[in-house]
């Protein structure tokens, strides 16, 4: 394997008053945990080397979020994240990058 893109999500809109548990579980397992799934299948094919390509979205990264929408950045955080960590971890010798939109609508 030479490259692989985790490119899955889902979107949850509601107040955090107002998110369930399960919304937010959902969030966290569409986004966060199928990047790690993917990431860690792609390392494990990536003896020689390759590229890991996640994307993230640009509110998870600046902490800057519209009404609504904290299962879906912190969910998307962790694809952030688990992009520097996996990036720091090469043995491998597969690197990792994020991808995010130029423009949030």
Same mark, same amino acid.
Request: charged letters at 15%; aromatic letters at 4%; proline letters at 2%.
């Given at each position: 394997?030479?490259?692989?893109?985790?490119?899955?999500?889902?979107?949850?809109?509601?107040?955090?008053?107002?998110?369930?548990?399960?919304?937010? =579980?959902?969030?966290?397992?569409?986004? *966060?945990? %199928?990047?790690?799934?993917?990431?860690? @299948? $792609?390392?494990?094919?990536? &003896?020689?080397?390759?590229?890991?390509?996640?994307?993230?979205?640009?509110?998870?990264?600046?902490? =800057?979020?519209?009404?609504?929408?904290? *299962?879906? %950045?912190?969910?998307?955080?962790?694809? @952030? $994240?688990?992009?520097?960590? &996996?990036?720091?971890?090469?043995?491998?010798?597969?690197?990792?990058?994020?991808?995010?939109?130029?423009?949030?609508?």
């Amino acid at each position: 394997l030479w490259a692989s893109v985790h490119i899955a999500g889902g979107h949850a809109m509601a107040p955090i008053a107002q998110t369930s548990l399960a919304d937010f =579980r959902r969030m966290i397992d569409t986004n *966060a945990v %199928t990047c790690f799934l993917c990431c860690r @299948a $792609a390392v494990n094919a990536m &003896r020689g080397g390759g590229r890991i390509v996640n994307v993230a979205a640009r509110p998870a990264l600046e902490w =800057r979020t519209g009404a609504g929408m904290a *299962a879906y %950045t912190v969910s998307k955080a962790g694809v @952030a $994240a688990l992009t520097r960590i &996996r990036d720091t971890h090469r043995g491998s010798l597969a690197s990792c990058n994020a991808l995010l939109k130029a423009k949030d609508l």
